[in-house]
């Protein structure tokens, strides 16, 4: 199976500031990545696919990239309304598999 | 509107079996490949298996830690994907998601595994 490694597990940041979450794949995953966002009591919801690709309605300061096995989410201008889990997961390969996910505080 | 409605979570002792139900609208159910994902208690997501369409012959596919034990299965009929969970464990203790692709995910149905 390939292991997704998410970093940081846990995030504090400011409102405003950038933000930046990776993902490491144990082998090469050719851009077959999804980043989900997740808030309390909800599902999660897509937020990048194809490693780089915004899905639609995702606000723009939310962006995805990387290649190979190094990968990552960027969050720009931080909002309040960001404050949730992010995981990533890669489709590359079966069985699919999810990173362990990092949550996002406000500070 | 794509609408995925998960059910038949609930209390079940280690061993038993248990059949969740996913059912959608919304979109052409007999071309999608739906899966089911879960989360644990803990919060960390696990796919959990995936059914193609019938022009890829209904292929499957599970993790690793439901394979033998979980089937996957669809009614194109009924607009349906259905998760027989046999043998359940106490770590198969989550919330399971239905999912139409990455951007479409059920409620969720929390099924507990404890005696």
């Known amino acids: 199976d390939i292991q997704m490694t998410q970093s940081p597990a846990s995030l504090s940041a400011s409102l405003g500031e950038t933000v930046t979450i990776e993902c490491r794949a144990s082998e090469d995953i050719y851009n077959g990545l999804a980043w989900y966002q997740q808030k309390p009591g909800k599902s999660p919801q897509l937020l990048i696919y194809n490693a780089n690709s915004l899905h639609t309605g995702v606000p723009s300061r939310f962006s995805g990239s990387g290649s190979g096995t190094q990968y990552s989410l960027k969050i720009n201008s931080l909002q309040s309304e960001d404050v949730a889990s992010y995981f990533c997961?890669?489709?590359?390969?079966?069985?699919?598999?999810f990173g362990g996910g990092t949550k996002l505080e406000l500070k | 509107e794509v609408q995925l409605v998960e059910t038949g979570g609930g209390l079940v002792q280690p061993g038993k079996s248990l059949k969740l139900t996913c059912a959608t609208s919304?979109?052409?159910?007999?071309?999608?490949?739906m899966d089911w994902v879960r989360q644990s208690p803990e919060k960390q997501l696990e796919w959990v298996a995936q059914i193609k369409d019938k022009s890829n012959n209904y292929a499957t596919y599970y993790a690793e830690s439901v394979k033998g034990r979980f089937t996957i299965s669809r009614d194109d009929s009924k607009s349906s994907v259905y998760l027989q969970m046999n043998s359940l464990k106490e770590e198969d203790t989550a919330i399971y998601y239905c999912?139409?692709?990455?951007?479409?995910w059920g409620q969720g149905t929390l099924v507990t595994v404890s005696s």
């Open positions: 919304g979109f052409t159910f007999s071309n999608a490949w």
């Open positions: 999912r139409l692709w990455f951007a479409y």
């Open positions: 997961q890669q489709y590359y390969d079966y069985p699919w598999t």
